[in-house]
């Protein structure tokens, strides 16, 4: 099987081979934090836009620093960009990536340290719930609340409605209350998510560093 780690990995704990604690703790945090595979691991190499050089540097920086306190000092990040496509959810996922392998090599438990929500797409899940409950989703519902960083992808993206504005409330502020790191991603400026989502919920994302992306979308693109 493939290592994940080989390229950076010094053989902690011990050497490589199937059993190594270090991998099988790296694969059972991934297989818990919901990122897509595309973007786990190691996402695609990211193409920089030279509009974005700026903001990547802010990213690089945090990426080669410790992220395990940037996320226990509950830091939040908004990766922002009216064009789709740019990196914002890869990104994303490669601070998650960092902070993954810093607790797996920590290996302080076996408790989910990230997950990933398609901000629309959850929102559907608990609207579902009323009708068609499943057993699984308090559980969900649990670690969107509780887990130590949060990615919410795409937040904006959902039809706004009276019914999405409380329940991104009570999401977004039990995590602000309790300084739970949070990075959201979104093609909405901070005015146009307060036009949609209004100031009880902006105000709490506006408490984030705010990242822009500039360049166009590279899905599609051959470099």
Sequence with gaps: MKCWAEKYCKGYPQKCGDFCQGRVILEIYYLQSNIPIRYQYEPETLKIDPMDIETMKWIKKLIDGNVSNWVENGHNLLLWGENKGNGKTTAACMIAGKYIREQAKALKS???VVYFIKTA??????????????????????LVEEVPLLIMDDIGAEKPSEWVRERLLNIIDER?????????????????????????ITDRIRDSYILQFRGISKRGLEF
């Excluded at 309790?178 to 100031?199: K, P």
């Design 121 to 142: 797409k959850f929102l559907e899940e608990i609207r579902q719930q009323f009708n068609n409950p499943t057993p699984d989703f308090a559980y969900k519902m649990k």
């Design 110 to 112: 076996l408790d989910p």
């Design 176 to 200: 602000y209350s309790n300084r739970r790191a949070t990075i959201y991603t979104s093609n909405c400026s901070m005015r146009t998510l307060s036009e949609n989502l209004h100031d009880r």
